[in-house]
């Protein structure tokens, strides 16, 4: 069972580049979510959807765009880099059910902008 | 806004019972207790969650006072690998604005040999 498969795991940019993360989930789930971490802190929520072809926003939306044109991949996109989107950056998954449901998370994409 | 307050730190000796305290006096009526855990800059990682019981699974046990204003993760044999950062969320049920994962600083457990 593959659960939530974040591509890229690793990725350098540089200053005004652009950059798509792919968050992929088997799971059928229809919630996905956007984290990012920074160094000592919890983490922040970025974008979410609830559904095929819907998406909201977060937390810290600013510098990010999201697609969810298939149910089960969810999109993150940077258009262009800044230093302070270096972070690592999780993806989740999770279905509503009776009112409470757990989380499933990928193992993160570490993200440098130099 | 954080609706939850943890200590920032604590340790316990492998094989004791590790007792994670966390306090959340405003927590509504329909609102849950949950708890993730993130070993080492991995992927959080569910462990349990409840409404107004305790609850017990294969990894721990949650303790939830009558006034739900605080709760209490108890890993009952706490091993080296149990250490990691853990988070207590409180979270409505789904469909409503607050239905998100909202993540504090949580609480870093070490486990000593």
């Known amino acids: 069972n593959a659960g939530v498969t974040q591509t890229p795991k690793f990725r350098v940019l540089k200053t005004g580049q652009s950059m798509t993360l792919l968050c992929a989930q088997d799971?059928?789930?229809?919630?996905m979510y956007w984290y990012r971490q920074d160094p000592g802190m919890g983490l922040r929520l970025i974008h979410y959807?609830?559904?095929?072809?819907?998406?909201a926003k977060g937390e810290v939306p600013d510098g990010y765009n999201v697609s969810r044109l298939k149910k089960q991949n969810f999109l993150l996109g940077l258009e262009s880099a800044a230093p302070s989107q270096t972070s690592v950056y999780f993806c989740?998954?999770?279905?509503?059910?009776?009112?409470?449901?757990?989380?499933?998370f990928g193992q993160g994409t570490r993200l440098t902008v130099v | 806004d954080a609706k939850t307050t943890q200590p920032t730190s604590m340790d316990c000796a492998e094989g004791r019972a590790a007792n994670l305290p966390c306090n959340h006096s405003?927590?509504?009526?329909?609102?849950?207790v949950y708890w993730y855990r993130q070993i080492h800059s991995q992927g959080p990682q569910y462990i349990i969650h409840?409404?107004?019981n305790n609850e017990t699974n294969e990894m721990a046990s949650l303790i939830i006072t009558e006034d739900r204003k605080s709760s209490t993760l108890i890993l009952p044999h706490a091993t080296l690998r149990d250490t990691a950062v853990y988070y207590c969320?409180?979270?409505?049920?789904?469909?409503?604005?607050?239905?998100?994962?909202?993540f504090g600083k949580g609480i870093t457990l070490s486990v000593r040999p």
């Open positions: 989740a998954s999770s279905n509503p059910s009776g009112g409470s449901t757990e989380a499933f």
């Open positions: 799971m059928n789930h229809e919630y």
């Open positions: 959807s609830v559904g095929e072809g819907t998406t």
């Open positions: 405003t927590i509504s009526g329909n609102e849950y």
């Open positions: 409840g409404l107004k």
């Open positions: 969320i409180v979270r409505a049920p789904f469909g409503g604005a607050n239905s998100k994962l909202t």
